[in-house]
């Protein structure tokens, strides 16, 4: 079977699907990944194979950006409402549609999967007749996003001789949905064909090394400020711990000022290797970290900044496994006080482990393969 990917750029919509390409791949399926081509790495580092796609280089960051820069003024929680629809939506998706409906002619997939934020693939499967499954990259989009999404993409459909299908076309052929359910918010009565998939690798079980504890801090990749971290890691590095920051690609580790002895900083990190050592998380409740720390059993301090953020910190919350300070609410002694806690607190660490129990149950990436490999 031939099975073509479709994302959008960002880390945390491609990262969360490369468990279920890999499992497509061993099986013998052939598996071609259509995404900018910036992000091409983080597919072909993973042994996949994949072709750009859709706006990139200054087109992409000018589309993203001029959506983006108007999203500044907003509020964070209102921010989701008003970039989806805009920036997924009516920026991104016809360049994407594009260079989709000329690899469905040439490369003839029998089903495409598409990152829940990708919304030229349900247009194209439409137009080409091919069943088209939604990847989800976190907690399930609310209804009333992807309705405004439809309307802003209806031109779009129209010029293809269609009418925009509900929600903007996805779940056309199911949703695969990574969300463990403690941590589902919101209306789901929108969601069709629902097939639950296991969103992280499942960690074993083994004893953290000795000594004090080690808190992971981490703002993302698409939404770190470094002022924001700078007075995380603060109030972090006031207490008796050992520290590790990632900064991420776009801030100099230079750019937090010198440290003392317990806090590390660095660019990058294995961040399955780092959790595996881990005590407490820090972040801004993105969907890998908070996903993977949680698989771990790690209680969390969430820092929601914008994007689906605030539904993660909301049900981690909810589920009695984290934390959560919202962006006014953000000090060092608030963080200092909310980490004290969370190292503390049975509770918390319970709740943490009961969603990572969770985690464990929901299918594996390779029987979801098998399942959607024999629907076709």
Do not use: K
């Not at 490369?18 to 990944?33: K, P």
């Not at 992409?60 to 939506?89: D, I, K, Y």
């Not at 900064?247 to 959790?275: N, T």
Request: with cysteine; charged share 20%; proline share 9%.
């Amino acid at each position: 079977m031939r099975v073509l990917f479709s994302s959008t750029s960002g880390h945390g919509h491609v990262i969360p699907m490369l468990q279920l390409g890999r499992a497509f791949r061993q099986a013998g399926h052939e598996l071609l990944w259509a995404l900018s081509a910036a992000s091409m790495p983080l597919v072909t580092d993973a042994g996949l194979d994949a072709v750009p796609a859709g706006a990139h280089g200054d087109d992409e960051r000018a589309l993203r950006g001029a959506v983006l820069s108007q999203a500044q003024q907003l509020p964070g929680e209102e921010r989701p409402f008003f970039v989806f629809p805009r920036m997924f939506g009516e920026a991104l998706t016809p360049p994407m549609a594009a260079d989709l409906l000329e690899l469905a002619d040439t490369w003839q997939p029998d089903l495409i999967v598409h990152d829940q934020a990708e919304l030229a693939a349900p247009l194209v499967g439409e137009v080409r007749g091919i069943p088209t499954v939604t990847h989800s990259f976190g907690t399930a989009v609310p209804p009333s996003i992807l309705e405004e999404t439809a309307t802003r993409l209806a031109g779009l459909w129209h010029s293809h001789g269609l009418e925009v299908l509900p929600y903007a076309g996805c779940y056309r052929s199911g949703y695969l949905d990574i969300c463990p359910p403690s941590l589902q918010g919101g209306p789901l009565g929108h969601l069709t064909g629902v097939q639950r998939l296991r969103p992280v690798t499942v960690p074993g079980r083994g004893s953290r090394p000795p000594g004090d504890p080690l808190v992971y801090v981490t703002m993302g990749t698409a939404h770190n400020d470094a002022a924001v971290l700078r007075e995380v890691v603060d109030g972090v590095a006031r207490l008796p711990v050992r520290v590790l920051v990632a900064v991420g690609p776009r801030i100099d580790p230079a750019a937090l000022g010198s440290q003392p002895a317990h806090v590390r900083v660095e660019a990058w990190v294995d961040q399955l290797e780092v959790l595996s050592r881990t005590a407490v998380v820090v972040s801004h409740g993105g969907s890998g970290t908070f996903f993977g720390g949680l698989a771990h059993g790690l209680p969390q301090l969430c820092l929601p900044q914008a994007a689906d953020q605030f539904r993660n910190a909301e049900g981690g919350t909810r589920a009695g496994a984290s934390l959560a300070l919202r962006p006014g609410e953000v000090s060092a002694e608030s963080v200092r006080e909310a980490v004290e806690r969370l190292l503390a607190d049975p509770d918390l660490r319970a709740g943490a482990q009961r969603v990572a129990a969770e985690i464990a149950a929901m299918p594996s990436p390779e029987s979801v393969a098998s399942l959607l490999a024999s629907q076709r």
